[in-house]
């Protein structure tokens, strides 16, 4: 008979009870938070395995502060944020993203959301260019692009995530796009340039 | 290495750090009670914010305000001089404070820095209000004038603006009583002679032994004193926005009057209180 499937309140609830059940949450959550603390700027394997199993320790720890109302993927993104941080400032360095996306979604994305419809990105920005920029944004603006377009989070979940207000993250993801749009449109200039 | 693997690594090492280090997760009290702290520094700071209300308010809604110009040179160094600051600062601490532990209830983050603020500043005045009302602005600054030695109260602020003959202002108790004079020790224990043949008869109706009254007027040798005007120290009951209204009317009404007193057929004290510097600044009043 095949087992159904259980919610991850449900694991929530049997993990404080059976530390073994907590397995499933970390099966089930690592590799996309692996992805997000990657994005975060945390690259090699060895550093994300010390922030995720930190973030999967302080999730276990902290199991009774969860609040039910709210979904747990936020709350565990939440977490592994805060561990990523904690983890570049450890390690005293600038937290740069290492994003590695679709270029065209992220061009498509932000180039229908400028003021600007002059602004009109050359399709052949690569991939690397788009990260690059990603990258060189102030945390704050990267940090909700990151999970605005990379980890397709809704506004409300970027709310709960980097604790901030629900307008908050519509006013960094509107300024973030414009900058981010500004610092593309630089590459496209800059590549037109050298073109013979 | 395998995706499954990789999972499986992470999954087992937090299961053995979990074993090894006999973690459990923390108490749901632990949390309750964190939260519960956070909301009761919050309504700390709102009631701290709400305490330096009531004391701004008891400064901007009484007769320190309503008669500035007895005491000083105008209405900005009204503002500079006499108001609490020092309850300014708190008030804006607290509001900082409360913003800070708002913040960092489980669902706080949510809300705008404004509505925080806003609520946090919104819940002090409505307290403040009260307090007011019950007279509680003033318990409080006496108490902590009291007991606090670097706290000096309003009142105690407003008794050494009084108590400043050379400018005209003197506060004292009445200990003797003629038809001409009036006997006054000052609060610093000084015997004052205060002629009083310029006192309305609204003035005169103060006059009781033992009471405590600011008086404005003219220094003369040898303590001596022109009483141009009589008032009392303290108002038995809180006074309301339209009694405060109505009595700075009075006094600036009075400052005309006097006025009219300078002519020569009235005599030298008349003349020297219409032209006592407050009452100038009075009958250019708004």
Same mark, same amino acid.
């Given at each position: 008979?095949?087992?159904?499937?259980?919610?991850?309140?449900?694991?929530?609830?049997?993990?404080?009870?059976?530390?073994?059940?907590f397995a499933e949450l970390i099966t089930r959550y690592e590799q996309k938070l692996r992805r997000y603390v990657a994005r975060?700027?945390?690259?090699?394997?060895?550093?994300?395995?010390?922030?995720?199993?930190?973030?999967?320790?302080?999730?276990?720890?902290?199991?009774?502060?969860?609040?039910?109302?709210?979904?747990?993927?936020?709350?565990?993104?939440?977490?592994?944020?805060?561990?990523?941080?904690?983890?570049?400032?450890?390690?005293?360095?600038?937290?740069?993203?290492?994003?590695?996306?679709?270029?065209?979604?992220?061009?498509?994305?932000?180039?229908?959301?400028?003021?600007?419809?002059?602004?009109?990105?050359?399709?052949?920005?690569?991939?690397?260019?788009?990260?690059?920029?990603?990258?060189?944004l102030e945390e704050k603006y990267r940090a909700v692009i990151i999970l605005r377009y990379f980890e397709h989070k809704e506004y409300d979940e970027i709310s709960d995530i980097m604790q901030i207000p629900l307008g908050s993250v519509g006013t960094l993801l509107y300024r973030g796009k414009k900058k981010l749009a500004t610092v593309l449109k630089s590459f496209t200039m800059r590549s037109n340039e050298y073109t013979p | 290495m395998t995706e499954k693997k990789q999972e499986n690594s992470i999954a087992e090492t937090v299961l053995t750090t979990i074993e090894k280090n006999q973690l459990e997760p923390r108490s749901r009290v632990f949390f309750t009670t964190k939260e519960s702290v956070l909301w009761l520094l919050w309504l700390l700071s709102v009631a701290v914010g709400a305490v330096a209300l009531a004391?701004?308010?008891?400064?901007?809604l009484s007769s320190m305000h309503a008669l500035h110009e007895l005491t000083h040179d105008s209405q900005i160094s009204f503002w500079l001089g006499a108001v609490p600051y020092l309850w300014l600062a708190v008030l804006g601490s607290m509001m900082w404070w409360a913003w800070q532990n708002f913040r960092h209830t489980k669902r706080g983050y949510r809300y705008s820095v404004w509505f925080t603020i806003l609520s946090? +500043?919104?819940?002090?005045?409505?307290?403040?209000?009260?307090?007011?009302?019950l007279g509680a602005g003033v318990i409080f600054d006496e108490e902590l004038g009291r007991y606090t030695s670097l706290y000096t109260s309003q009142l105690e602020r407003e008794e050494w603006r009084w108590q400043q003959p050379s400018e005209g202002r003197l506060l004292g108790v009445i200990e003797g009583v003629t038809q001409e004079s009036l006997r006054l020790r000052d609060i610093r224990g000084d015997e004052w002679v205060l002629f009083t043949s310029t006192l309305s008869n609204e003035d005169r109706d103060l006059v009781h032994l033992g009471r405590m009254v600011r008086v404005?007027? +003219?220094?003369?040798?040898?303590r001596e004193f022109t009483a141009c005007g009589l008032l009392p120290w303290k108002s038995e009951q809180r006074q309301t926005v339209a009694e405060l209204a109505e009595i700075r009317k009075k006094m600036v009404r009075r400052s005309h009057d006097a006025a009219l007193w300078s002519g020569e057929e009235w005599g030298q004290s008349q003349a020297e209180c219409a032209d006592l510097p407050m009452m100038q600044r009075l009958r250019t009043a708004p």
């Open positions: 008979m095949e087992e159904k499937l259980q919610t991850d309140q449900e694991i929530v609830q049997h993990s404080l009870i059976e530390k073994e059940s975060l700027g945390v690259r090699t394997k060895d550093d994300q395995d010390d922030v995720l199993q930190n973030t999967f320790l302080k999730v276990y720890r902290n199991l009774n502060s969860y609040d039910p109302d709210l979904p747990f993927s936020s709350w565990v993104y939440r977490i592994a944020r805060n561990e990523a941080i904690s983890w570049y400032r450890h390690q005293r360095v600038r937290p740069e993203g290492y994003v590695v996306a679709d270029s065209d979604e992220i061009l498509a994305l932000v180039a229908e959301t400028v003021d600007s419809p002059e602004v009109v990105f050359d399709q052949a920005l690569a991939a690397t260019e788009v990260s690059r920029a990603v990258a060189g | 004391i701004i308010f008891m400064v901007c946090s +500043v919104g819940g002090s005045v409505v307290v403040a209000a009260g307090l007011h009302l404005f007027g +003219v220094e003369r040798p040898g």
